[in-house]
C-alpha cells in the first residue's frame, strides 16, 4: 500500500496501522488487511477514473441492505476519493468454513431480505455497477420492461459495439419483451443483491452471514436466486430455507435462464468470448 494512503487513512481513523497486508482475490480492486494494536480493518484501493462512483455505489448498496435490518454487512468506515481514483475502508469480518446449518441461516436471511419491500417500482434510487460495468436502475412500474430495458438491452449493445455479437445473434426488443411478458410472474419489488455468488457472501466465525459487494436494486427475488445456481458455491440446506419462505409457482427453470443471460452477458463484456456459447445457447432457446 502506497505509504502515502497509509498516513492518511491513519489520520482519518485515528490510529496506528502497524501493517498492512495485500489481499488476493478482487477483479477490480486492490485490497488489503490492516492491522492496529488492537484491530484489523478491509480496505479496497482502485485507481481507475470511475473508482469513486464504484465505491460510492458500493457503499450504497450496503448502507441499504444494512438498514431493512434482515442480514448483515461490513459497516463502511471510509470512502473517500483520491487525486488519482478512491479508495473504501470497512470493518473486517473474520470468516469461517461454512456448515449447513450456516447455509440455513443464510437462506432465511436472503428471503428476509427479498421480503423487505419499501418500494413501489422496479429499479433503484442512484445507478451502479455490475462488476467493472455501468448498471442502470431506472425505475419501472413493470418488472419486464426493466428486466429488458435497464438489464439485457445494455449488455447486448455494449457486445454489439465490442463485436462480441452481431447483430443476427441479438433479439429485438419486442421479442424480449414478449418473452419476458410470458414467463415473469406479477411480483412485489424484492431489495435483491444483485450479484450473489459465492464470492460474495461469508460467513463469520461466530456463524453469522455477511452480504458483501452488492449490485443493488428492486426486482424479482429469483433473480438472486438464479445467480447463486450460475456459478454454485451455496449448499442445499440454503435452497431449503429460502423454499419455505418463497415456495415454487411455476416456470422457475426458464426463468432462472433468463435471469441468469444477464450475468453471462456481464462476463462475455467484462472476460471475454468464453461466455459465448452459454449467451447464444439462451437466447436461441428463448428468443
Known amino acids: ?15 496506528k496501522i502497524e501493517t498492512t497486508q495485500s489481499v488476493s482475490g478482487g477483479d477490480i480492486s486492490e485490497a488489503y488487511f490492516l492491522y ?8 479496497k484501493v482502485n485507481y481507475q477514473n470511475n473508482a469513486h462512483a464504484l465505491f ?12 431493512t435490518k434482515t442480514i448483515a454487512v461490513p459497516k463502511v468506515l471510509l470512502c473517500e476519493a483520491l487525486d488519482t481514483g478512491a479508495f473504501l475502508v470497512m470493518e473486517y ?7 449447513e446449518a450456516d447455509f440455513e441461516q443464510l ?67 419486442d421479442k424480449l419483451l414478449k418473452t419476458c411478458q410470458n414467463l415473469f410472474p406479477n411480483s412485489n419489488p424484492s431489495l435483491l443483491h444483485g450479484d450473489l455468488w459465492s464470492g460474495n457472501y461469508l460467513i463469520s466465525s461466530n456463524g453469522t452471514p455477511y ?3 452488492p449490485a443493488v436494486y428492486y426486482g424479482h427475488h429469483e433473480v438472486d436466486l438464479a ?14 430455507a ?15 435462464d433468463i435471469y441468469q443471460l444477464y450475468y453471462l452477458l456481464a462476463h462475455l463484456n467484462m472476460f471475454g468470448s468464453s461466455y459465448k456459447a452459454s449467451v447464444i445457447e439462451i437466447l436461441q432457446r428463448y428468443f
Open 93 to 99: 469480518i473474520e470468516p469461517k468454513r461454512p456448515l
Open 227 to 240: 445467480m447463486t445456481r450460475l456459478f454454485g458455491g451455496f449448499g442445499n440446506s440454503f435452497y431449503d
Open 107 to 173: 437462506g432465511h436471511q436472503l428471503a428476509g431480505l427479498h421480503l423487505h419491500s419499501t418500494s413501489d417500482v422496479f429499479g433503484f434510487s442512484v445507478p451502479n455497477f455490475i462488476g467493472s460495468l455501468p448498471q442502470s436502475n431506472s425505475a419501472h412500474s413493470n418488472w419486464p420492461e426493466f428486466y429488458v430495458q435497464e438489464r439485457l438491452i445494455p449488455q447486448l449493445k455494449l457486445a454489439k459495439e465490442s463485436g462480441k455479437l452481431d447483430d443476427s445473434e441479438i433479439p429485438v426488443e
Open 36 to 43: 492496529s494494536e488492537t484491530e484489523r480493518f478491509f480496505c
Open 211 to 213: 452480504l458483501i459487494d
Open 242 to 256: 429460502y423454499r419455505d419462505h418463497f415456495p415454487p409457482i411455476g416456470n422457475e427453470k426458464e426463468r432462472m
Open 56 to 67: 460510492l455505489a458500493e457503499k450504497a448498496g450496503l448502507v441499504a441492505i444494512a438498514n
Open 1 to 15: 500500500m502506497d505509504s502515502n494512503l497509509k498516513k492518511h487513512i491513519e489520520y482519518l481513523l485515528c490510529i
